[in-house]
């Protein structure tokens, strides 16, 4: 653990060589003036103090030279201090928000499968508590390697005065080291375990608030108090067993060096009577080990934190080092005005457990087209691929064998600017930003075209899905704040939200992830009916859709099964030839006829905020 920790700490002078020498610099400045200290307080007792209680006379002179003495080696040490305190202050700032920056650039780029894997809490702590971790040695550092050097100089000086008072400094001063390595290999594992159990409590607090709605309407309360309890209970527990170890090594880290001070007068009276050394001399040595017993507790502050450091390093490593980046080509494609045509070619695809592991195929064999400028309607049961689709259809996840092309090219050798800018998908949980309406829809990017989304485009696209009216009725229109995840608006509302952004960027293709389900039907109708009239868009459509009326609307409709294709033509012909098909539609238009009896969907132009 001790060789990992100033291999972190290595780590951190490599990043941030400038800061850590100016502090370095400052801490050595005031550790060889701290020692100095020693020497002019001794010269100041046996030359001035002294020899005025001998003669009770002393010249203002001699005051004032013994005053200014002392005045500057200490204003010495307040520069050596100032410098010491601000290069390690910037250097562990820094350190933090370079790799609370580099964690946050590693999520975006790993694919949302990775994510999948790891809990949200977990991710969070990465990005937060175990940053702060990493580098929270970074503050005594330069001190610890300021108090090395002071060290080595009052070794020299022990022995340039007396051997026998150096000794007593070799035998405390190993000690004291010893002592500190014994601590650190006590205080790692109970470290570790701490860390772990902060990302847990993390995960759990996350889970439950943002399942809140869930929780109170089931009446968890008390059940994820308790859950949330359990864990808490073994962080305080852990952070207990931190505390006893420190409970125990700290009073020894504080008792060495103030037994080093009786051993040297001690060891300096005898030597005294021996005529082996002056008392200004034995003054200095004991005032010395009283002046290092603060800075030699920077050594014990940084190993004791190695652990904890090297804990939260660990498992950054984990997020920087996690493989599965989702590589992009080269290709662009030229004909950004135009509809793009979708086709899966043979795609096979399974989900990894959380220990990477794959399990059993959800989509099997897929096949099927969606030609430049049509409408197709992906049709199945729960569980049966259709989110599966769309999510390959975008790019979140690559086949594991077959091939998803966009304009008869693999989506896997699209530029990354090709493919944002020619397909977008609308999930089924609409995301909504705490952010006002505006930059909502637009996100401050640009079109597939390279047009900027501007307050035009935007109010085009609200009219497409079906929102200009509702954002109009808002109080304050596009700069309307509408709350975190959007609490201001109702489900669909946020679902027709999610749906001008991804218009507003102008794509080719335009994915649907039942993205209505939360919709009027006749809204739901309409959004489609004006997405397939629109000669501005141009955009295909791949729509996994249930209600029969929107199925209707598609050139083609695709029915899975058990993630395969079970049969593709007309919503008539299905429904003519098809069983299974006819059956599910059924039940489907069942489902919501009993939605419309209970009102469970928003009004067209219902208003919450």
Known sequence: MLLKGLWVLGRAVRDEPHMFAISVAGSVVFSLLTIATAFVSGWVVGEIALPAIDDRHVTFGTLLLGGVAILAVSIGKIIGIFGRRLGAGAMQFRLQARYRQAVTRRYLRLPLEWHQRHATGTLLSNANADVESAWYPIAPFPMAVGTVVMLVAAIVSLFATDWALALVGVAIFPTLLGVNVAYSRRMAPRVARSQQLRAEVSAVAHESFDGALVVKTMGREAAETERFAARTIELRDATIQVGRVRAVFDP???????????????????????????????????????????????????????????????????????????????????????????????????????????????????????????????????????????????????????????????????????????????????????????????????????????????????????????????????????????????????????????????????????ATSAVDPRVEAAILAALRRDDDRQASILVVAYRRATIALADEVVYLERGRVAARGTHADLLATVPGYADLVTAYEKAEAEKEREHLFDDEESVTA
């Open 252 to 514: 020894v880290l504080d008792a060495l060096p103030s037994i080093g001070t009786l051993a040297v007068l001690v060891v300096g009276g005898l030597r005294f009577r021996q005529g082996a050394v002056e008392v200004a001399e034995v003054v200095s040595v004991a005032f010395l080990f009283t002046v290092l017993a603060f800075p030699v507790r920077a050594i014990g502050w940084v190993l004791a934190e190695l652990p904890r450091s090297v804990v939260g390093w660990e498992r950054i490593r984990h997020v920087l080092d996690a493989e599965g980046d989702m590589a992009y080509g080269e290709t662009t494609l030229p004909e950004v005005h135009k509809p793009a045509a979708l086709r899966f070619d043979d795609v096979h695809f399974a989900y990894t457990d959380a220990d990477g592991e794959r399990g059993g195929d959800v989509l099997t064999g897929v096949t099927f087209e969606v030609p430049a400028g049509r409408t197709v309607a992906l049709v199945g049961s729960t569980g049966s691929g259709k989110s599966t689709v769309a999510g390959l259809a975008a790019r979140l996840v690559d086949p594991h064998a077959g091939v998803v092309r966009l304009d008869g090219v693999d989506a896997r050798d699209l530029t990354q600017e090709a493919l944002v800018g020619t397909v977008a998908l609308v999930a089924q949980v609409p995301f909504v930003f705490d952010d006002t309406v505006r930059g909502n829809v637009t996100l401050d990017r640009r079109t597939g075209a390279g047009h900027p989304v501007d307050d035009e485009a935007a109010w085009s696209a609200l009219r497409l899905a079906q929102a200009d009216g509702f954002v109009g009725q808002l109080g304050e229109g596009l700069d309307t704040k509408v709350g975190e995840r959007g609490t201001s608006l109702s489900g669909g509302q946020r679902q027709r939200l999610t749906i001008a952004r991804a218009l507003a960027g102008a794509p080719r293709l335009l994915v649907l992830d039942d």
